[in-house]
Nanobody, 121 residues
Framework: QVQLVESGGGLVQAGGSLSLSCAAS????????MGWYRQAPGKQRELVAT???????SYTDSVKGRFTISRDNAKNTVYLRMNSLNPEDTAVYYCKAGVVPTTTLTFRDYWGQGTQVTVSS
C-alpha cells in the first residue's frame, strides 16, 4: 500500500508565499516523476509542475518564475514553493507520484488527498 500525504496549504494574501509538501510512504520500490496539480472551483484539474527522479523540472506557463518544485529522494517527498501568489492561484492542490510498489512491481500513479490554497485579494 502506498500513500501520499500533503501538507502546507492555507490562506494567504495576494503577493504572499506558501510552501506545500507531499510525502510518499508505504511499500515503495521506486518513485519516478512527481508532480503538483491544482483544481479550482468549476475548472478541470491542471498540471502545475513536475520533477523527474533526476531533478529535471517543468512548469505550466502561469507559474513560471513564481513557483519552484523540488524533491528529497531520501525522504520520498516533493515540495512546492509558491511565491507572488495571486487570487487566480486559489485551488485545491494535489500531488501525484509515479510509484513502483514492492508488492506488485507494477508502475502506477498515486494521488494525494489534496490541500486547499486560498489567496485573498
Amino acid at each position: 500500500q502506498v500513500q501520499l500525504v500533503e501538507s502546507g496549504g492555507g490562506l494567504v494574501q495576494a503577493g504572499g508565499s506558501l510552501s506545500l509538501s507531499c510525502a510518499a510512504s508505504g511499500s515503495i520500490f521506486r518513485i519516478h516523476a512527481m508532480g503538483w496539480y491544482r483544481q479550482a472551483p468549476g475548472k478541470q484539474r491542471e498540471l502545475v509542475a513536475t520533477i523527474t527522479s533526476s531533478g529535471s523540472t517543468s512548469y505550466t506557463d502561469s507559474v513560471k518564475g513564481r513557483f519552484t518544485i523540488s524533491r528529497d529522494n531520501a525522504k520520498n517527498t516533493v515540495y512546492l514553493r509558491m511565491n507572488s501568489l495571486n487570487p487566480e492561484d486559489t485551488a485545491v492542490y494535489y500531488c501525484k507520484a509515479g510509484v513502483v510498489p514492492t508488492t506488485t512491481l507494477t508502475f502506477r500513479d498515486y494521488w494525494g488527498q489534496g490541500t486547499q490554497v486560498t489567496v485573498s485579494s
